[in-house]
Nanobody, 130 residues
Framework: QLQVAESGGGSVQSGGSLRLSCAASGVTADNLAIGWFRQAPGKAREAVGC????????YIVPSMKGRFTISRDNAKNTVNLQMNDLKTEDTAVYYC???????????????????????WGKGTQVTVSS
């Protein structure tokens, strides 16, 4: 059974950086996709981005592009979310989730839509103070 677990959350001042990790275990494959999502207090969960394992292609939602990047450590089956220039509005619980990547036009790709992911981590808190 595919499982994922986040780590790396914490507290940082505005303008700082944090790197979150998502470790995948159980059944993994080259056509796996991992998505990152976050939920701020009193708000709905929102997408951050995703990565699919066949060629490590990534997607970051436009509002976070330029500050957030997603990468994979193949040896450790771990996906990292690097967050730079953090703002107070980035304060949230961050989740990673995994599922089979989508196939279209002969290539795998990921979509940052929470409804497409079945295996979820418990989340890690990120707090950004001014």
């Amino acid at each position: 059974q595919l499982q994922v677990a986040e780590s790396g959350g914490g507290s940082v001042q505005s303008g700082g950086s944090l790197r979150l990790s998502c470790a995948a275990s159980g059944v993994t494959a080259d056509n796996l996709a991992i998505g990152w999502f976050r939920q701020a207090p009193g708000k709905a969960r929102e997408a951050v981005g995703c990565i699919e394992f066949s060629d490590d292609s990534t997607y970051i939602v436009p509002s976070m592009k330029g500050r957030f990047t997603i990468s994979r450590d193949n040896a450790k089956n771990t996906v990292n979310l690097q967050m730079n220039d953090l703002k107070t509005e980035d304060t949230a619980v961050y989740y990673c989730a995994a599922d089979t990547a989508l196939l279209g036009g002969g290539s795998y790709y990921c979509v940052a839509n929470e409804n497409l992911y079945k295996s979820w981590g418990k989340g890690t808190q990120v707090t950004v103070s001014s």
